[in-house]
């Protein structure tokens, strides 16, 4: 027997956005999504709206997006939403070389990066 093909991983009150190949190293990254993991999605959008980090912009449409595939796929309640998780991952590295003084090189890495956010529906009965 082989499993339906288009079996959502997510529970029921859950959505995600998923942001692939971002130019910043993971370590950066997962500066600025710590510091909106587990907070309500309005005040993770207005704290990323604040933050003097480069990249917060970034993370900020993946979080509105989180939050309009709630909305418009799931038919949760924005009000009522949290930031679940907020997990970063390594993706491809540009190797590039600097030439420095008597015809030697040093080495230059360009990271990259992956983000995935996942918003979740809080009960009506933990909001008390």
Do not use: Y
């Amino acid at each position: 027997m082989s499993k339906p093909a288009n079996k959502r991983r997510e529970a029921d009150n859950e959505a995600k956005a998923v942001l692939r190949t971002v130019r910043v190293s993971p370590r950066k990254l997962d500066l600025v999504a710590a510091s909106i993991r587990g907070k309500k999605a309005a005040s993770a959008v207005n704290e990323l709206t604040f933050s003097k980090k480069r990249i917060a912009q970034d993370v900020k449409k993946a979080l509105n997006s989180a939050i309009a595939n709630a909305e418009n796929n799931h038919n949760l309640d924005v009000d009522r939403l949290i930031v679940a998780e907020a997990s970063v991952g390594k993706s491809l590295v540009m190797k590039r070389f600097q030439t420095r003084g008597r015809g030697r090189a040093a080495g230059i890495i360009k990271p990259f990066s992956h983000l995935t956010i996942v918003v979740r529906e809080r009960p009506e009965a933990e909001e008390k």
